[in-house]
């Protein structure tokens, strides 16, 4: 499934709340625990992280020397 921003949003407030029952433009969800929302909240972050591709390198350089 593709995930927007939105859906996390959304999982991510019924997780503050405390809720289980999570509501889409026209789709109502209802989790059976709040460690199954957790679950969909990485599932979603994971999907959103993946979409975006790789992350670009980074190479860091570091002198143990003295400077002059």
Known sequence: MSFTPKHLEVIERA??????TVRYSDRTVEYRSIDELLKARDE??????NAAGPRPRVVRLTHGGKGL
């Not at 979603?44 to 992280?49: A, E, F």
């Open 15 to 20: 997780i503050a709340r405390g809720e289980k």
């Open 44 to 49: 979603i972050r994971m999907s959103l992280t």
